[in-house]
């Protein structure tokens, strides 16, 4: 075999040194050069894996925190309508209160100027009543030239009030 080497032109010291000066230089390459770039790179293998779990991790916490806005929106917003319809209800009361108020105060109004009414009505009708008995007392006076007596105009304003209440 040494002889097919030879004739091939390989030196078997040659071939032996350069072997072991290879061996040499991996060993010291593997340890120094190697080592760090390997751990180096499985260290960012570590850290990307950490950074997508972490991804991952924070996706799940935003949608779990979309989910609870939209929760406390959905509330928000129940709570809103519900404080709209109460708010509408209080007012279709109070609105109705005061109608009731001012229907009430309306009657009062109505009432005291019936009341008022009648009572100037009252008070006209004893001025007439008063006037129309001196217009007759004065037209009997006159048509009959006599002086009336007390008795006379009491009699006359008796019956003339008398006609006047029966019509």
Do not use: C, W
């Not at 091939?8 to 040194?17: E, K, Q, S, V, W």
């Not at 939209?70 to 009361?93: L, Q, S």
């Not at 006209?124 to 008795?151: H, M, N, S, Y």
Request: glycine share 6%; charged share 30%; aromatic share 2%.
């Amino acid at each position: 075999m040494l002889e097919i080497l030879h004739k091939l032109g390989i030196n078997t010291p040659d071939i032996i040194a350069q072997m072991l000066v290879f061996g040499i230089v991996y060993l010291i390459l593997s340890k120094y050069a190697f080592g760090p770039v390997t751990a180096l790179l499985e260290e960012r293998r570590r850290r990307i894996a950490e950074g997508e779990d972490n991804l991952k991790k924070i996706r799940e916490n935003l949608a779990a925190a979309e989910a609870t806005a939209e929760e406390v929106k959905a509330k928000a917003n129940a709570e809103a309508d519900r404080m709209i319809k109460e708010a509408r209800e209080t007012a279709a009361a109070a609105g109705e209160s005061e109608r009731q108020k001012a229907a009430a105060e309306a009657n009062t109004i109505i009432t005291k100027a019936r009341e008022g009414s009648e009572q100037e009505r009252a008070r006209i009708l004893g001025e007439l009543k008063r006037d129309f008995g001196r217009l007759v007392l004065d037209a009997t006076a006159r048509a009959t030239g006599k002086v009336l007596t007390p008795e006379d105009h009491a009699r006359l304003n008796t019956e003339a009030l008398s006609q006047i209440t029966n019509n």
